[in-house]
């Protein structure tokens, strides 16, 4: 059965299929959440040419279209690349390791300013 033409019953078990299958870096899915029509997604990754598992964790956001019983994923976007959403669950914000990113580390302190937590 092709991927195209797999049948998920939720979208947080097609989530799972397209980050493994789109990020490659992706060692194992840590948690999926979803905030309204939002997905953040916390996943270890490994870095390096040897492939190497790093205790490098990161977050995705995600926004997922239904459409004749399909679903039809939006955008992914890395923290490190900007996030425009700020409101990431706490659960998936206390998985998460030091990132090297300005970026991500910016787009952190932001969610976690929601939780009265200032970094």
């Avoid at 870095?47 to 205790?55: A, D, I, P, S, V």
């Avoid at 990132?99 to 200032?118: K, P």
Wanted: hydrophobic residues 35%; glycine residues 6%; charged residues 35%.
């Amino acid at each position: 059965m092709t991927k195209d033409k797999k049948y998920y019953k939720t979208k947080k078990s097609f989530l799972k299929d397209y980050i493994k299958g789109s990020f490659q870096h992706a060692e194992e899915i840590l948690k999926i959440s979803q905030k309204g029509d939002d997905f953040f997604i916390a996943v270890k990754c490994y870095r390096g040419e040897l492939k190497k598992l790093t205790e490098v964790v990161t977050v995705f956001h995600l926004k997922i279209k239904e459409k004749n019983n399909k679903f039809i994923p939006g955008l992914m976007k890395p923290e490190n690349t900007g996030i425009p959403v700020d409101k990431c669950p706490k659960t998936i914000l206390e998985l998460l390791t030091e990132s090297e990113s300005r970026t991500a580390r910016d787009w952190r302190a932001r969610c976690w300013s929601h939780y009265g937590v200032f970094i």
